[in-house]
């Protein structure tokens, strides 16, 4: 009798096993850039929130470096449902939403201060619902930082500088726009692609934050640096609408609120690579032109500025340069 009391607890333990096993549901999130990053911090804080959030019935997996494609790829499999979640920067965003291009028209925001007030007030709540007639459930707006132009040619101290430049873009038709006007030959690549062609000499340079400059080791295939400053670059956390819309109330509102605290982290990071980054780059040996005259750059982009007028309307762009 004890005997077969105790078959029947190993029977009833082995399939509460079972149980909570199969109650526990995994998917996938990924990001371009490596783990020690602005990037990598976000989707850790927010694989962490879920878990505890969820009492562990949602695991996040985290995949890094491209590891399941760069950006593009990653939202077009989520879009599609092959993939549950991806963090990207807003890069190849417009090619799936184009309500989000606004959000990348250079020297918009003033700082970041200006830039998280508008993505986490109504101008940016708004954006982030276009999402959803895509397939996506947007979940929040993260940040990439300010971007800069890396080029191991010379140094850019005035827009005159960049003319004839071979410089990778993202595949973002308003940074293309933009950066033609420079007089920048463009070359659109996915970031994975992007540290062995400056290696190897097929783009001159790149432009991005100082997080991605420094987490990508760009400072070992670049020489010059300058803060540019030209394009803030937003970064979001995205979900495939059919699966965010099959959880339950309450799980729905984990996922949310995990990507705040995901955010949050995303920031902070963002803030303390901006704050060491330019001597940490100058003592890895980058030259770095710190103080341009911004005037100048947005005087190069008048032609530029015309077509984005055209495109938003001029009240839309002043409502986010404006916006208090």
Do not use: C
């Not at 509460?16 to 526990?24: C, F, K, L, N």
């Not at 099959?246 to 902070?268: I, T």
């Amino acid at each position: 009798m004890k005997k077969l009391t105790r078959l029947m607890l190993a029977a009833g333990l082995t399939l509460g096993i079972a149980a909570s096993a199969a109650a526990q549901t995994t998917m996938k999130i990924s990001i371009a850039t490596a783990q020690n990053s602005h990037q990598g911090i976000a989707i850790d804080t927010f694989a962490k929130e879920v878990e505890k959030r969820t009492n562990g019935r949602y695991k996040i997996q985290t995949f890094y470096n491209g590891a399941l494609g760069g950006e593009r790829e990653s939202i077009e499999a989520v879009q599609l449902g092959t993939q549950e979640l991806a963090f990207s920067s807003s890069g190849p965003v417009p090619n799936f939403v184009p309500e989000a291009k606004i959000l990348d028209v250079p020297f918009l925001f003033r700082d970041k201060a200006h830039a998280r007030a508008v993505l986490d007030g109504p101008i940016g709540q708004d954006i982030l619902k276009k999402f959803e007639s895509k397939g996506f459930k947007a979940l929040a707006w993260a940040e990439n930082g300010f971007r800069h132009m890396t080029n191991s040619k010379r140094a850019v101290n005035t827009p005159e500088d960049l003319k004839g430049l071979k410089l990778r873009t993202m595949e973002n038709p308003v940074h293309i726009t933009a950066y033609k006007a420079f007089g920048i030959i463009t070359t659109p690549m996915a970031f994975p692609e992007v540290f062995t062609a400056l290696q190897q000499g097929t783009v001159d340079g790149q432009e991005n934050p100082l997080p991605v400059i420094i987490s990508a080791k760009f400072d070992q295939v670049q020489k010059h640096l300058s803060l540019t400053g030209h394009v803030y670059s937003p970064a979001i956390f995205v979900m495939n609408k059919g699966v965010f819309d099959k959880l339950a109330p309450a799980d729905q509102q984990a996922f949310l609120e995990a990507a705040k605290e995901g955010v949050k982290a995303n920031r902070a990071r963002v803030d303390e690579d901006d704050a060491k980054g330019v001597a940490d780059l100058r003592a890895k040996g980058m030259n770095v032109v710190e103080n341009l005259d911004k005037a100048k750059f947005q005087a190069a982009l008048t032609s530029a500025n015309a077509k984005f007028e055209k495109e938003f309307g001029k009240a839309n762009l002043d409502r986010i340069r404006n916006f208090k």
